[in-house]
C-alpha cells in the first residue's frame, strides 16, 4: 500500500515526539518557577542558533536547486522564516537588559549549540528530503515548546508582546512550510530519493540535541 506525504510526516511527527517529561526547564517555565537569566541565556544562544541553521538551511536550498526542487523550495521558506525570526529576537533581547554589546561578546555554551551544529551537519551530507522529515518532526515540539514559554512570559514574567513576537512566531502555524514539506516529500516518494530510516535517525538526534538545548540553558554553562 502505497503511503502518502501527509502520512510520512505524521508518522515522523507521532514517532519522534519528546516523551513527556523528558524536556525539564520549559514546564518550569509554564509554571513561573523557573529563573529570569534563563531568558538572558535563550536570546544570547538564539542569536548563535538562528545564524547557523539560516546557513545550513540556504546551503540545504542550493545543494536540492537541480534535482530537487520541491525540498529546496521547503528550504528557502526555512531560511526566510531565520530571517524573520533574528529580527523578532530583538524585542526579547532588549527586554532581558542585553545590548549589541552583550551579543557579540556571549560565548555559546556547548550544550545550547549541539542542535544548529548537527544542522550543517545534515547541510553537508544528509539527502535533502530526508532532511525535511526530521525538521518536520523537530518542528512541531519546538513550536509547542514555543508556547508554553510564550504564554508564560507573559502570565508570570510580565514581558510585553514584543517581546514574546519570538515565541509567537513559531508557535503560531505555518501554512506555506507545511505545504512545501508535503511537496517535498510527495516528490520524495516518487523519486525514490526518501529513505525513513535514515530521516528519522536525522530526527531522533535532532530532537536530542534540542533537549540538550533547554538542559543547558538551566544548568552548568559547559553542558
Not at 517535498?184 to 525514490?192: D, I, Q
Request: charged residues 20%.
Amino acid at each position: 500500500m502505497t503511503r502518502t506525504a501527509q502520512e510520512v510526516l505524521a508518522d515522523a511527527v507521532r514517532g519522534l515526539a519528546p516523551a513527556e517529561g523528558a524536556n525539564r526547564l520549559v514546564p518550569r517555565i509554564a509554571a513561573g518557577e523557573a529563573p529570569r537569566e534563563v531568558f538572558a541565556a535563550f536570546a544570547l544562544e538564539q542569536h548563535q542558533v538562528i545564524t547557523s541553521d539560516r546557513r545550513s538551511f540556504a546551503h540545504l536550498a542550493a545543494r536540492a536547486a537541480a534535482s530537487d526542487p520541491a525540498s529546496a523550495g521547503f528550504f528557502e521558506s526555512l531560511t526566510r522564516g531565520e530571517d524573520l525570526a533574528l529580527s523578532l529576537l530583538g524585542p526579547l533581547t532588549a527586554a532581558c537588559g542585553l545590548d549589541e554589546e552583550a551579543v557579540r561578546a556571549h560565548e555559546p555554551r556547548p550544550g545550547c549549540q549541539a542542535y544548529p551544529s548537527y544542522a550543517a551537519w545534515l547541510a553537508l551530507g544528509a539527502e535533502p528530503v530526508d532532511a525535511v522529515v526530521a525538521l518536520t518532526a523537530n518542528f512541531a515540539a519546538w513550536g509547542g515548546y514555543c508556547a508554553a514559554v510564550g504564554a508564560a512570559l507573559r502570565e508570570h514574567y510580565g514581558f510585553d508582546n514584543p517581546a514574546c513576537g519570538f515565541f509567537d512566531f513559531f508557535a503560531g502555524p505555518a501554512p506555506e512550510l507545511e505545504e512545501r514539506a508535503v511537496a517535498a516529500v510527495t516528490a520524495g516518494l516518487e523519486s525514490g530519493r526518501l529513505s525513513e530510516p535514515p530521516a528519522h535517525r536525522y530526527g531522533r538526534l535532532l530532537q536530542a540535541y534540542e533537549l540538550m538545548f533547554w538542559d543547558a540553558l538551566d544548568g552548568d554553562h559547559s553542558m
